[in-house]
């Protein structure tokens, strides 16, 4: 294997989990099974009242919002509206002065760091990918899988039939079937943005948080994303900021778009009545 991988490396983008803490944070034996997940009233995220503030100044004011289990919730808002504020906060990274956040109805996210939260089952794509340029498509796949051994182990570990149909099967969802065996630093960039995307989904999160997906991606590459993404809501539950509206009526013809602005959420529906309000056209559609 490569040697230009190092443990560092490893721990630096993803981070070693402890089962054990997590385990006794929140009472559940297997955090990342499906079934620990209560969603028995279809809401898979719940943020009520959430504030954050940096010197004073309100990143996030009173937000409130929820999401269902298998949507796919598109965000806009114009810059400063709060949008990656509002994922530090789902995420751990940053701790709300006040409101409350739930994945699910019974795990309090306040009350997790983020390995914890992302092992719960929250995963999250950063705009650059961190994908490991000299490992190939697959063995990305099959080290994402693994975060919880140590990276030796990890690359030196034997692939069960069962985890090499389960790479296989994000292999045709990401849409790199054929570029399994080629080192990840050839693809282009949106391939490397759906390697990551694959990435995430080897851990089985419950919800994916994408945060400008389609950034610098060629107009082919963004539509195809759409397509992923479309085709991963239902099993998968997606949040999904844009500010590419192209990008945004093609994922949310059938789903529900919010506008975020000044830290809270100036109007949520359907892509036309968000189009339609008269506050979003002012503060950031534009007439
Ligand atoms: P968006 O993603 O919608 O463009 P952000 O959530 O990044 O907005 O930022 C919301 C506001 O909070 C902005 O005014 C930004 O400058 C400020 N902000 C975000 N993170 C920090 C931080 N770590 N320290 C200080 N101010 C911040
Ligand atoms: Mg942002």
Redesign the pocket.
């Known amino acids: 294997m490569n040697a230009a991988i190092t443990s560092s490396q490893a721990a630096q983008s993803r981070p070693q989990l402890s089962g054990s803490t997590f385990d006794r944070a929140v009472g559940l034996e297997r955090p990342i099974d499906a079934r620990a997940l209560d969603t028995r009233y279809k809401v898979i995220l719940y943020l009520e009242g959430i504030s954050?503030s940096?010197?004073g100044?309100k990143?996030?004011n009173d937000l409130n919002l929820t999401i269902d289990r298998g949507e796919l919730r598109s965000i806009i808002?114009?810059?400063?509206?709060?949008?990656?504020?509002?994922?530090?906060v789902i995420t751990g990274k940053?701790r709300p002065d006040a409101g409350t956040a739930f994945f699910g109805q019974t795990i309090d996210l306040t009350r997790l760091n983020e390995a914890q939260i992302a092992h719960a089952g929250i995963g999250r794509k950063f705009q650059k990918p961190t994908v490991f340029e000299e490992l190939t498509v697959f063995e990305n796949l099959e080290l994402a899988m693994k975060t919880d051994k140590g990276i030796w182990t990890s690359l030196f570990f034997t692939l069960t039939g069962e985890m090499r149909s389960k790479i296989e099967e994000k292999l045709e969802l990401i849409q790199l079937k054929d570029h399994a065996h080629r080192p990840a630093g050839l693809l282009s960039h949106g391939q490397k943005q759906w390697l990551e995307i694959g990435m995430l989904l080897m851990q089985e999160p419950q919800l994916l948080l994408l945060?400008e997906p389609a950034a610098g991606m060629t107009d082919e590459e963004t539509e195809r994303s759409g397509e992923l993404f479309l085709s991963l809501a239902g099993p998968y539950t997606l949040v999904v900021?844009e500010h590419d509206m192209e990008f945004i009526k093609q994922i949310s013809h059938n789903g529900r778009v919010t506008c975020?602005h000044e830290?809270s959420v100036l109007a949520e529906g359907s892509l036309e009545q968000v189009q339609n309000n008269e506050r979003v056209i002012e503060v950031y559609l534009g007439r």
């Open positions: 954050v940096f010197d100044f990143a996030l808002g114009p810059n400063g509206a709060g949008k990656t504020t509002m994922m530090d940053t945060d900021v975020l830290g």
